[in-house]
Each structure stands twice: as structure tokens, then as C-alpha cells.
């Protein structure tokens, strides 16, 4: 069972019975879960958690959902990988990778919509739908052919092969829209005024965003029980990187961590990067800009938890970082030849901000650091096709040693 007691209007506090909706009537705030966490101190605990399956569903008791009935095509407990290299290259000493590349969909996304299937179907509803950057497209439409469901996704129409296919696969209508993020979210929004549609990431949000409260959890686990001192995390709409600040405090509120002295670290790239902008101008609100950026997975001009993002930012004593373009690129290889991780443009653009935010000293070198790799390189293909240069040779050892000294 789920250990909600109702929802909450994060701007005016005021609460609902749970139900599929995503803002407050009275002031348009963006709704929350509220939890009995009383009632779930009761139950929880290390071993309980240990003894879960092997994907996010371990942390069911601090989900909005009932688990019994998931929809799991094995989201989440993915390997937490100390990086060596790419530490030593940084001059860093203490360097974690969160490999969420190798979800079931090829990103973190299978966490959040995990989740916000398994509470589409409680709700009854049986279509799935969402505005997608890309990744959210290929796994809600996976998630929906696990549970029977229609699922009809909308994507900007410039978007990579990899996810244009990776979606396509799963049998979904696909709908690509001749404009940008932004405008296929406000798009969305019309469409689910007037279909009973379940969008995992409009009526059905406050749910789905839950899901990624389970980056934190994991982290914490597989550190042996506690929090990092660094996170650095990508971020387009900003609620991934809230909602790891949140999985920490609730396991240390719950006692199953120490004190949290974490500082959250936000990164974007340059073309699409207004949560960094209003870091750096020292606003508390974002203003919106017009993405143009090759990490499209990260094009959200005007982010929802912008706002949320630069209190966690301040709370944390973190920092906001925008990495050029052509830094998104050399990260990719960076990350690839370092430590044997293809990762898609978001991840290009943490593992720059991490080599900056340790050029800075922002990062010491003894800190316990953890880089959040959310998506799989073999989707973005295009931004690096420039670094395919086979040796081409005829079948013969002559052949291959000339073209071997003349490549050297
Ligand atoms: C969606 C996505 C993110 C960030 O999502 P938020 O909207 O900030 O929660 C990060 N990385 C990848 C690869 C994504 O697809
Ligand atoms: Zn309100």
C-alpha cells in the first residue's frame, strides 16, 4: 500500500484528496505528494530495503503508488561505478559515476514513468501520454506496451534518430511536432484538457516526479548508507534535481542516513541554460529563453521546477554551471574513453561541469563526488559521428600494417 495522505499546493499549502491532477485550483501552484512518514518510520529500515528486488521498487514504502501491481520492466538500481580515471585526469580522488544509461528505456526517465504508469493504471485510465524531449517518448512507450495500454507521445520534430526509434519501436502513436519543446508542452496541455489521457508529465506529475527521488535513495545506498558531499546532476525542467535532494533528506529524517551536507550542483548547456542564468544573475526566478542546443534532452526554455531548482541551489550551497557547446562533445569522449561510458549530450554536459567545478576548486579533491550520467550515448549518435575514422583495409596483413604506420 501507498502511504499517502493527500496532495499539497506547494506555493499557497492548500491540500487535495489524491486524485490526477497537477495544480492548485485557487493559485495555479504546482501540486505535491504529502506522506504519513509515521506511519512509514514504522516500517522501513535497512534490511527491508536490502531485501526488495533489484530496481527502484526497494523503495516502495516512500512511493505514491501501490507496488503491488507495478508496471516494471526493471527501472533503477543501476551500478554506481567508482571512476579512477577520470577522477586521476581531474585531479580528483573520490569520483562516483551514477550510470543511468543502462535503464530498461536508455535513461534515468524509466524511474519517473515507472512510477507514474503504475498510478495511470490505479486512476483507471488506459491511455498514456506525454510531452517528451525525447527519452521521456521511448519510455513511456515502452512502459505502456508492458501494461496493456495505448500510449500516444509527442516530440519536438528535430530530435535525434535514436530517439525518434527508440520510441517508434514500442508501437506508440508518435506525434513530432514542427516547433520546440515548449511548444509541444503547451500543446500537450490543450490536448489534455480535452482527452482522458494519463500525461506522466502534466495531469499525472506530482506522481511521476516522485520516481526520481530514488536517484538520491540508490546513491545513498550504495554508498554504504550516506550522503555524498557533491552532486552533479544535468537538469532541463529542474525536478530530477530537486527530487535528489529530496530522496536524501527523507532517508535522513527516516534515520537511515546522517546528516546531509550535500552541495547540489545544476548543469546545463550554454544554448538552453536559464536556470544557470538566473543562478549567475542572482534572480529567484527563471526567465524563459529559446532553446538552441545539441543536448536536446535538456531543451526546456521555460522550466516548471526552475524556481525549486535555485532553492535547492541556495539551501544546499551548490552551484549552477553552463558548459559551452562544444564542451558537450568533449565530455561525451571524455567520459567514453575514461571510463568505458557512452553517454548521450546530457551526459557531456555533467561531465564538463564536473571538470570545471574541479578546475574551480569547487570540488576538493578528497570530496565524495557523484556525477549523474542520465542517458545513453547510442541515442545522440549524431553529435559525435565526427569521430568515426575506421582504418579501411583490403583482408591481407600487408594491407593492415601500411595502413596501421600510416594512421601513426
Ligand atoms: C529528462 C532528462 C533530464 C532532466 O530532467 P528534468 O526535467 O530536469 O527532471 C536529464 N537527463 C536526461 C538524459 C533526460 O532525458
Ligand atoms: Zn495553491
Redesign the pocket.
Known amino acids: 500500500m501507498a502511504y499517502v495522505s493527500a496532495m499539497r499546493c506547494r506555493s499557497c499549502g492548500r491540500e487535495y484528496t489524491v486524485q490526477a491532477i497537477n495544480v492548485c485550483d485557487f493559485c495555479f501552484g504546482p501540486l505535491e505528494i504529502v506522506y504519513d512518514y509515521d506511519a512509514i518510520a514504522r516500517v522501513i529500515s535497512k534490511e527491508r530495503i536490502k531485501s526488495g528486488p533489484l530496481t527502484l521498487w526497494r523503495y516502495a514504502d516512500l512511493l505514491p503508488v501501490d507496488s503491488t501491481d507495478a508496471v516494471d520492466i526493471g527501472a533503477g538500481f543501476t551500478p554506481l561505478i567508482r571512476a579512477k580515471n577520470l577522477a586521476k585526469y581531474l585531479g580528483l580522488n573520490n569520483l562516483y559515476i551514477k550510470n543511468d544509461a543502462v535503464n530498461p528505456s536508455y535513461?534515468?526517465?524509466d524511474r519517473v514513468v515507472t512510477v507514474a504508469t503504475t498510478k495511470a493504471l490505479e486512476f483507471g485510465f488506459n491511455t498514456l501520454a506525454c510531452a517528451s524531449?525525447?527519452?521521456?517518448a521511448c519510455s513511456v512507450a515502452a512502459h505502456a506496451a508492458r501494461a496493456g495500454m495505448k500510449s500516444v507521445v509527442f516530440i519536438p520534430g528535430d530530435l535525434e534518430q535514436g530517439k525518434v526509434i527508440g520510441a517508434a519501436i514500442y508501437g506508440p502513436t508518435l506525434v513530432a511536432v514542427d516547433g520546440s519543446y515548449d511548444e509541444v508542452n503547451r500543446l500537450c496541455s490543450e490536448v489534455a484538457d480535452n482527452y482522458p489521457w494519463a500525461f506522466v508529465n502534466i495531469n499525472i506529475r506530482p506522481f511521476y516526479a516522485e520516481g526520481?527521488k530514488t536517484m538520491g535513495y540508490e546513491v545513498a545506498e550504495q554508498l554504504g548508507w550516506r550522503a555524498p558531499d557533491h552532486c552533479v546532476v544535468?537538469?532541463?525542467?529542474?525536478?530530477?534535481?530537486t527530487k535528489i535532494w529530496k530522496g536524501l533528506h527523507e532517508f535522513e529524517s527516516l534515520g537511515l542516513i546522517g546528516k546531509v551536507q550535500t552541495h547540489m550542483h545544476l548543469t546545463q548547456a550554454e544554448g538552453c541554460s536559464p536556470i544557470v542564468e538566473a543562478y549567475t544573475a542572482g534572480r529567484t526566478h527563471v526567465r524563459p529563453v529559446r532553446p538552441n542546443t545539441i543536448a536536446k534532452?535538456?531543451a526546456?526554455g521555460n522550466p516548471a521546477d526552475g524556481v525549486y531548482a535555485l532553492r535547492v541551489i541556495q539551501e544546499s550551497s551548490g552551484t549552477a554551471t553552463a558548459v559551452l557547446e562544444e564542451e558537450v562533445v568533449e565530455g561525451i569522449k571524455l567520459l567514453a574513453e575514461m571510463e568505458g561510458i557512452f553517454t548521450?549530450t546530457?551526459g557531456g554536459v555533467v561531465v564538463s561541469g564536473l571538470k570545471r567545478l574541479a578546475q574551480q576548486h569547487a570540488i576538493k579533491p578528497d570530496d565524495l563526488t557523484v556525477a549523474f550520467i542520465?542517458?545513453n550515448g547510442l541515442k545522440t549518435q549524431e553529435a559525435v559521428a565526427g569521430v568515426v575514422k575506421p582504418l579501411v583495409v583490403k583482408p591481407n596483413l600487408e594491407a593492415f600494417e601500411s595502413a596501421l604506420h600510416a594512421r601513426a
Not at 524531449?133 to 521521456?136: A, I, Q
Not at 544535468?234 to 534535481?241: E, Q
Open positions: 535513461s534515468f526517465k524531449t525525447g527519452n521521456l526520481s544535468p537538469s532541463a525542467s529542474g525536478s530530477m534535481f534532452s535538456l526546456i548521450e546530457a542520465t542517458g
